[in-house]
Structure formats: C-alpha cells, structure tokens
C-alpha cells in the first residue's frame, strides 16, 4: 500500500457526527505526525488536525473542540471523530503525514495522497 486509505465518510445533518478512519502504510505513518486535511468544493487543501507520535494534538481554529484526532501506532491508523458538524465542514477529507520543521509545517506532495472520503453536512 503507498497511499493512505480513508473511510467513514457520508452525508450527515447539521449538528450530527461522524468517524474518520484511515491506514496507511509504515513509511507513511513511521514517526511522523500524521493529519487530517479537507479540500471543499473550488477551495484549497487545508490541515485541520495533528496528532504526533506521542498523541500530541493540534486543531485549526475552525474545528477545535468540534473534531478529535488520534491513532494507533501499531496498527498504523489515524481516526478524527467529528462532532456538532456544520454545512461549512463538508470537503473531501484525506489523512496524511505532517512534516514539521522550524520553519512550519508542511503536507507530503502530489503523488502521495489517496482518494480521501466525502463528508457532506446538509443545513
């Protein structure tokens, strides 16, 4: 396997949940921080959660305390729980690693993502 493989996505009401999960590959997952990204519609794609090695995490503002990140390091997988889900979160939602450096964080390139999974929130 050389890209991620995410499920769990679908369609849901405002204010309902849903779990991501994905797994990826030991080169993929290995030490790095892994996270989730999303891409709407014409827009482009953005991290909005981190989890490190250690299970450290971090939200982008427009998620927190709505979306939890974690994963199993002996299984390789990586999971979001999203909770009280908006119109505005609907995207392709993809996981990968983060790749953190003094100068910022960064997402691998083309060619290393999968297909992602659908979520979309209907108002």
């Known amino acids: 396997q050389v890209h991620p493989v995410e499920s769990g996505g679908g369609l849901v009401q405002s204010g309902g949940s849903l779990r991501l999960s994905c797994e990826a590959s030991g080169t993929i997952f290995g030490g790095n921080n892994m996270g989730w990204y999303r891409q709407a519609p014409g827009g482009e794609r953005e991290l909005v959660a981190t989890v490190t090695p250690a299970g450290s995490t971090n939200y982008d503002d427009s998620v927190k305390g709505r979306f939890t990140i974690s994963r199993d390091n002996a299984k390789n997988l990586v999971d979001l729980r999203m909770s009280s889900l908006k119109p505005e979160d609907t995207a392709v939602y993809y996981c990968?690693?983060?790749?953190?450096?003094?100068?910022?964080?960064?997402?691998?390139?083309?060619?290393?993502w999968g297909l992602g999974t659908q979520v979309t929130v209907s108002s």
């Open positions: 990968n690693a983060v790749y953190c450096s003094r100068l910022g964080c960064f997402p691998p390139g083309p060619g290393s």
